[in-house]
């Protein structure tokens, strides 16, 4: 299966159901952060709102074991990382993504982030992640729909004085 | 144009935009008056032609009908395409395909307010958290209110002064167009519709067979002529034969559970019957008013607990903290996604009335909810249930008829006014369960298949009425000339109309090209296509 990774803190929202899924052929959709897949409301309404795509709710962990058992199907799936630091922590766990953007990053309460874009927050350590994303060669967009500008994120994070 | 038609305009205009409160929020307002279709109505009653004004209003309509805005990203705004572009376009005389390709760069204009708009209106989220902090609950809650001054300015300004300074102009311009160009821009405009017909299909359609219902319902009206409602009957029975034939599978998913009310018991609750309408009316009337990137429609939960504070605390202290922990980020689809203020509402007060409930509870289901709830509330309501009204509507109005119109403002309000009011209070009485015992029923998926089917058919319909092309090839043996339109017409009336609407589904479906880019591509094939003589 081809994967697609998708930076969301709103996980399955509106843009993905009514613009990513159909955008990348989607025939699945994971999300994936460890707090998310041990909340019962989470784990219930989450797939409910995919629109009739099956969706599995997973933990780091659980889901680099989970998407290598896909690598030699077809097809494609959209996975959602919450956080840019789930992100990394798939692609640490040796996962391979056609590619990598960032949709939506509300400021998280008790925070304090720079906004990168007016939907993109990212505090210091984000832009840490969002680095050793690019570093495994991937260039990291910021697009909330598929028809946004096409910029490089870590090269406005550098303009943000968040990275050297 | 007089002065007053000109005012009046701009101030219906300013109050169907995607972000004015005034017309029970987006129900009444964005997603009725401010349909194109509508407006060409309202404008065509101002300016005192309605019949020109419907038409026109169609014409627009039929480009922006597939066009969804999930979480204010927004490709192309119909506000100026349609406060702007149909009067214009009235005023000067010009036919409706002219003002289609006028409402373009019109509808690209309007976004770049929007994105002012939700950017400056971060200061007031800001402002809010302060006049919190300071305790003047009252000027907080307000905040929504205030905010609109940014709305009001971007919107009825410009379409006032344009309207008002512009249309004098607007007939002198387009007599200095020459009439080559002028049978570009017509042709441009009346193959443009194919592309919002494509865009919507691109989203119904899940499998590529399903197009085949698009094509009986293109069929019953370019090859029978059909009229649009015996073609939603058609689209009603395959949807019929479909969930019939599906039922036997589902049956396990259908068992609707009942959502439990156990454990809310009437006495000693602090909110009335009529406290819960006013929080209601609150939600929906100024859920986008101050919408922002940072935070979205934060303040406009803060301002509907702000209307019941005080039922539900005594202290400055304990409403201040109410208030201050709805002040995080929250978005959903304000409409179908009203069920989650209501399950706010109902934790806020059982809270308030000595539950334990921890902030952290209240907020996880808060974030828990949002998101699924704005995925199925913009997959259902504008992805499917909009544009599936506008069809019917649009193929009732083909010349003009305000029967169109009419249909759609009637059944539309007529089925969300009480829908929405059903699940907030659901939400309300029954917290987290009732969103789970909705979402598990199946119904929403049941809902779903229906539309795919039914909204292919009748798009299928309204393409065969909406996209046009005059082809000007003729070939001539001896005496005898024979058109390239009378040929394709004994094979398949409207059969270039089609290609074309399959072409604009073919490109954003499968080449995953943009709205603008699509546009272009339809641009271009105007403009070669007059230049070799195919389009006339």
């Not at chain 2, 032609?49 to 979480?71: E, F, H, R, S, W």
Request: proline share 5%.
């Amino acid at each position: 299966m081809k994967l697609y990774l998708h930076i969301d803190n709103r996980l399955i929202h509106g843009q993905v159901t009514v613009t990513w899924c159909s955008f990348y052929g989607a025939n699945m959709i994971a999300v994936v952060n460890d707090k998310v897949a041990v909340d019962p409301i989470q784990k219930t309404m989450l797939p409910q709102a995919a629109r009739g795509l099956p969706t599995k709710v997973l933990g780091v962990k659980e889901a680099i074991d989970y998407l290598k058992t896909l690598e030699n199907q077809p097809g494609a799936a959209l996975v959602i990382a919450k956080t840019p630091q789930d992100a990394l922590g798939l692609l640490d766990g040796g996962l391979k993504f056609e590619s990598v953007n960032v949709g939506n990053q509300a400021p998280v309460p008790g925070t304090k982030p720079v906004m990168v874009f007016p939907w993109i927050a990212a505090t210091p350590e984000d832009a840490q992640a969002y680095q050793k994303i690019a570093a495994y060669g991937y260039r990291i967009t910021p697009k909330r729909t598929p028809a946004d500008r096409d910029i490089d994120l870590v090269e406005e994070l550098k303009k943000k004085k968040l990275l050297a | 144009m007089s002065i007053w038609q000109a005012l009046l305009i701009a101030l219906i205009g300013y109050m169907s935009s995607i972000y004015s409160p005034w017309l029970y929020g987006g129900l009444a307002g964005w997603y009725t008056t401010g349909r194109p279709f509508v407006a060409g109505m309202i404008i065509g009653l101002i300016l005192g032609d309605i019949k020109t004004g419907i038409m026109m209003g169609a014409a627009v309509q039929a480009l922006y009908i597939g066009l969804v805005t999930p979480g204010g990203a927004m490709p192309a705004d119909v506000n100026f395409a349609a406060y702007i572009g149909i009067p214009l376009a009235m005023i000067a005389g010009l036919p409706s395909s002219q003002a289609v390709a006028l409402s373009v760069p019109l509808s690209f204009f309007g976004v770049a307010m929007v994105y002012l708009v939700v950017t400056v209106n971060s200061l007031f989220v800001h402002w809010q958290d302060r006049l919190i902090e300071e305790g003047k609950l009252k000027a907080a809650i307000n905040v929504p209110v205030y905010g609109q001054i940014t709305n009001f300015i971007v919107r009825f300004f410009p379409i006032f002064l344009i309207n008002y300074f512009g249309a004098p102009y607007i007939s002198q311009l387009s007599n200095l167009i020459p009439p080559i160009v002028q049978t570009m821009l017509v042709t441009f405009g009346s193959i443009l519709p194919a592309v919002g017909f494509g865009l919507l299909l691109s989203f119904i359609v899940k499998e590529d067979f399903e197009l085949l219902y698009f094509l009986v319902g293109f069929a019953l009206v370019a090859v029978w002529k059909t009229s649009i409602v015996p073609v939603l009957l058609i689209g009603v029975f395959l949807a019929y034969l479909d969930i019939r034939y599906k039922r036997a599978e589902r049956s396990v998913a259908m068992v609707t559970e009942q959502p439990t009310t156990e454990g809310v018991t009437k006495e000693g609750l602090l909110l009335s019957g009529r406290d819960v309408r006013k929080a209601y009316f609150s939600w929906m009337f100024w859920n986008l008013s101050v919408q922002n990137m940072e935070r979205m429609q934060a303040p406009a939960i803060v301002r509907m607990l702000g209307t019941v504070m005080d039922k539900l605390y005594n202290t400055v202290e304990e409403k201040k903290a109410l208030l201050a922990r709805h002040t995080p980020f929250f978005n959903t689809e304000p409409n179908i996604g009203c069920i989650v203020p209501g399950v706010i509402l109902g934790m806020e007060e059982e809270k308030a009335r000595g539950a334990d409930i921890s902030d952290e509870i209240i907020i996880n289901t808060r974030t828990a909810l949002m998101g699924p709830l704005a995925g199925i509330g913009d997959s259902l309501l504008p992805g499917t249930y909009i544009p599936i009204l506008l069809s019917i509507g649009l193929g009732l109005s083909k010349d003009g008829s305000i029967v169109g119109p009419l249909f759609y403002i009637v059944v539309f309000l007529g089925t969300m006014i009480p829908l929405t009011m059903w699940l907030f209070n659901m939400g309300y009485r029954s917290g987290i369960n009732a969103v789970e015992a909705i979402l598990a029923s199946g119904l929403k998926d049941l809902i779903s298949d229906a539309a795919a089917i039914v909204g292919g058919t009748v798009v299928g319909g309204i393409s065969a009425t909406y996209v046009a092309a005059n082809l000007g090839w003729e070939f001539k043996s001896g005496e005898m000339v024979i058109s390239l339109q009378n040929i394709l017409d004994g094979i398949f009336p409207s059969l270039v109309p089609l290609l074309l609407t399959l072409l604009a589904y073919y490109l954003i479906a499968k080449r995953k090209s943009t709205i603008g880019r699509t546009f272009f591509v339809f641009f271009v094939i105007a403009v070669v296509g007059v230049l070799v003589r195919f389009f006339v």
